[in-house]
């Protein structure tokens, strides 16, 4: 055995002796530690286990994740939670969906090893990207999902078409911004360039199926327009098993995703 497969061996071992929720830290294979949270919410077998990629200066235990979590352990037998390179209690730099496909992999292994016939992944803006990258790059590996969900996701790179998104580039790429990333939001950003750029999520979105994706987008998104939502739809092959919702009155990401929404959502996990 590997010392990173014994590492990761080692923690689940220690987390399994208490009661309550599962946390760990997980390796990447670029060697970066990121923490994770594995609840179960069924008595059931192991079955379905859903894995929450939460948006720029999110993490695992902010309280729009949990509340996510929550929602969506209604329909799954476990969900798992981890805070992206950067964020939380997670060691590196944010490099803004660029290898955070190598924190999400971790996650999805983590949840196969702990004994999960199916895992499927959601992402909210940020993550939203990461989970559309992560299925189309690792669809033929044991770290492809199931089935993928992507909320109030880019779809394509550099976009400032709106002052939200005028400030996020201020922020990341001003050194005077990237100190309000770290102290005010509790978010370190990576000051290098992407090298290479990573693949945008349009031209992702080709490369999922046969895996199940599920589009969802809110009207009223102050950062991202509907044409992004629209463009991922339409990246999509003829006949690939793809959904595109339009919520009416929803803002951005895992802050304005209702109840009712996370219920659907988590019923689709489930179900496709």
Do not use: C, K
Request: net charge positive; charged share 25%; aromatic share 6%.
């Amino acid at each position: 055995m590997s010392s990173e497969a014994e590492g990761r061996f080692h923690m689940m071992d220690v987390s399994s002796l208490t009661s309550g929720p599962r946390r760990a830290m997980l390796r990447t294979d670029d060697g970066v530690r990121i923490e994770a949270v594995h609840e179960r919410f069924s008595a059931s077998v192991a079955d379905t286990a859903v894995v929450v990629a939460h948006g720029f200066t999110g993490a695992a235990d902010r309280p729009a994740v949990r509340r996510a979590a929550q929602a969506l352990g209604r329909h799954a037998d476990a969900v798992v939670t981890f805070s992206f390179r950067g964020h939380g209690r997670s060691g590196g730099l944010s490099t803004l969906g660029d290898r955070e496909v190598l924190d999400l992999a971790a996650a999805v292994r983590w949840a196969r090893e702990l004994g999960h016939a199916r895992v499927v992944t959601v992402g909210f803006s940020m993550g939203g990207s990461v989970v559309l990258r992560q299925a189309a790059l690792d669809r033929a590996t044991a770290t492809g999902p199931d089935a993928v969900a992507a909320v109030s996701s880019p779809a394509r790179w550099y976009y400032r078409g709106t002052a939200p998104m005028r400030r996020l580039h201020w922020m990341v790429t001003r050194p005077v911004g990237r100190l309000v990333g770290r102290y005010g939001l509790r978010t370190r950003v990576d000051a290098r360039p992407w090298d290479p750029e990573p693949l945008p999520p349009f031209e992702a979105v080709p490369l999922i199926a046969p895996a199940p994706l599920l589009l969802v987008h809110g009207d009223r998104d102050p950062y991202f327009p509907l044409d992004h939502p629209r463009m991922l739809a339409a990246a999509a092959p003829d006949g690939a098993p793809v959904e595109l919702w339009l919520e009416p009155g929803m803002g951005h990401a895992e802050n304005a995703a209702g109840e009712e929404l996370l219920d659907r959502l988590g019923a689709w996990l489930v179900r496709r």
